[in-house]
Structures are given as C-alpha cells and as structure tokens.
C-alpha cells in the first residue's frame, strides 16, 4: 500500500514532541513487527482514526510503501463510534492538546475513558521521607494519586522511593 493512501486525522486531539518522535521512529525501524501487531485503524475515506503518531514516524523516515497488514479499515463504525475510537485508542501514552481537547472533545466522557484533566497539579522536588515504623493491618493509609499524564515520569520516580520503605497496592478505578 502507498503511503499517500491513507491520511492524518486533522482534529487528532494528541501532540508528539519531535524527541519522541523520533524514538518512536527508532522503534518501528527495530521492531517493524509492532506494525502488524498494532496496525494503523482507518477509515472508509483512508482518515486514520488510531496511529497517527506512527504514521508521522513512518513518514519521517522515507516510506514510500508499507504492508497492506500494516493497515487496518474500519469501515462500518458510526461517526460517534469513530470519535470515540480516537479518544480511548491514545488514553495509554503521547501527550494531550488540552485546547483541542476543550474545543473539539468537551462533548465526550473523557475522564471516563481514562483521561485525566487537572488544572491543579502542582509538584515538587521535595524527598520523600523515610522514616520507618511497623504497621499493625489495621492501620495502614490508602492514597489516591491523580494527576496530569505529562507528569508520569516524576510521579513514577517518587513511587520507586518510597517502594523500598513501605507496601504498595495499586488498583484500578
């Protein structure tokens, strides 16, 4: 299949910084077999409605043509079932353009697919405390961390600190 046959979705909600893309681009050049596994999802018209970033990746590095299997069509999805395909196929990773989310997207249950939007986040460098003591069952403390996506790797970092001093149980909500 050219290249050219398919095209980029021009309300996609999601950004990628110029790093990343070229790390995803690294990727798929390693591991072109991702591509078959998670193929390109497009549309009757050739819109692709998930794997925009890998289109630009593989765009970026010269393809003129890919596999067909690279390629997958989803034709008979409703307009809203299309919308909804774009949102919770990008839930797991890239970076989110808050505006067009806010101008193009506010109609949708966007925290319920896995979106988190918080105007409030603020973080700090501050070291987390390490000071020991023995917890009876009964007394341990459940925290609930929300906070905006761009923020994951800090976050995770934090989590990696204070998994050496006390027990972590994650669940999902």
């Known amino acids: 299949m050219k290249i050219t046959d398919i095209h980029a979705n021009p309300c996609n909600p999601r950004t990628i910084t110029a790093d990343k893309l070229d790390k995803l ?5 390693e591991f072109p077999q991702m591509m078959a596994l998670r193929p390109i999802v ?14 630009q990746a593989l765009l970026k590095s010269g393809l003129k043509e890919i596999p067909d299997e690279w390629v997958k069509r989803a034709e008979d999805l409703t307009a809203e079932q299309k919308r909804e395909f774009v949102i919770k196929d990008n839930v797991s990773g890239g970076s989110w353009n808050y505006d067009d ?3 193009s997207w506010d109609d949708l249950p966007l925290s319920d ?25 009964y007394e ?15 976050v995770m970092e934090v989590i990696k600190t204070i998994t050496c001093e006390y027990e972590i149980e994650q669940t999902a909500n």
């Open 101 to 103: 989310l806010a101008n």
């Open 140 to 154: 341990k403390v459940h925290v609930l961390l929300s906070f905006d996506p761009e923020h994951i790797n800090q």
């Open 42 to 55: 497009i549309d009757e018209a050739g819109m692709i409605i998930g794997g925009n970033m890998r289109y």
């Open 25 to 29: 681009g690294k990727s798929l050049a």
């Open 113 to 137: 697919w896995g979106i988190e939007i918080s105007d409030n986040l603020v973080f700090s460098n501050k070291s987390v405390s390490r000071e020991t003591k023995e917890l009876r069952p």
